[in-house]
Antibody
Framework: QVQLQESGPGLVKPSETLSLTCTVS????????WSWIRQPPGKGLEWIGY???????NYNPSLKSRVTISVDTSKNQFSLKLSSVTAADTAVYYC?????????????????????WGKGTTVTVSS | DIQMTQSPSSLSASVGDRVTITCRAS??????LNWYQQKPGKAPKLLIY???SLQSGVPSRFSGSGSGTDFTLTISSLQPEDFATYYC??????????FGPGTKVDIK
């Protein structure tokens, strides 16, 4: 049973870089896609981006200029860096395993879904 | 960008009620639609993927339907543990996955 655990500083100063790590246990990171999602206090969910174990990435265009997601297969971990943070980046950050299934309607297309989530970690941006 | 809307934004229901939540996409997304349940202080949980496929371990009282732009999540007989917020999410555009704003289901 795959489990995920986020870790990293709970407080980041404005203009600095937020850095989080997600440790995967109970399975190998060397398959599937791996996502980061965040949820500001009292608000909905926002997808940040995903990485494939090979290192290929896909980022939310609204965050793309500030986001880097990387993977370390030797440690079974993947990481998130978000630069130049402001108070608007205050949120609970979740990592999630992202499964895929072959699409019924389009060849070579896949359904993506976040099927295993970490418990989340709260990051506050404040001086 | 594909925008997702949900209705209602909240509803009150009783144990045993049949509950239906609607999700609408701003353009056709075929069946690239997932449903999640989130309880306060907890991570979301996947219920349905590909519009109508029940995730392993999810009770059969949950079902999803729809294709194109209009989708529904149905709880056939609401249970006490089902009071939560439900989100839809599209994966048709792999450039940007987007979530709906959520529907909160609480006790009448």
């Amino acid at each position: 049973q795959v489990q995920l655990q986020e870790s990293g500083p709970g407080l980041v100063k404005p203009s600095e870089t937020l850095s989080l790590t997600c440790t995967v246990s109970g399975g190998s990171i060397s398959s599937y896609y791996w996502s980061w999602i965040r949820q500001p206090p009292g608000k909905g969910l926002e997808w940040i981006g995903y990485i494939y174990y090979s290192g290929s990435t896909n980022y939310n265009p609204s965050l793309k200029s500030r986001v880097t997601i990387s993977v370390d297969t030797s440690k079974n971990q993947f990481s998130l860096k978000l630069s130049s943070v402001t108070a608007a980046d205050t949120a609970v950050y979740y990592c999630a395993k992202t499964g895929i299934a072959a699409a019924a309607d389009r060849p070579y297309y896949y359904y993506y879904y976040m099927d295993v989530w970490g418990k989340g970690t709260t990051v506050t941006v404040s001086s | 960008d594909i925008q997702m809307t949900q209705s209602p934004s909240s509803l009150s229901a009783s144990v045993g009620d049949r509950v239906t939540i609607t999700c609408r996409a701003s353009q056709s997304i075929s069946s690239y639609l997932n449903w999640y349940q989130q309880k306060p202080g907890k991570a979301p949980k996947l219920l349905i993927y590909a519009a109508s496929s029940l995730q392993s371990g999810v009770p059969s009282r949950f079902s999803g339907s729809g294709s194109g732009t209009d989708f529904t999540l149905t709880i056939s007989s609401l249970q006490p543990e089902d009071f939560a917020t439900y989100y839809c999410q599209q994966s048709y555009s792999t450039l940007r996955f987007t979530f709906g704003p959520g529907t909160k289901v609480d006790i009448k």
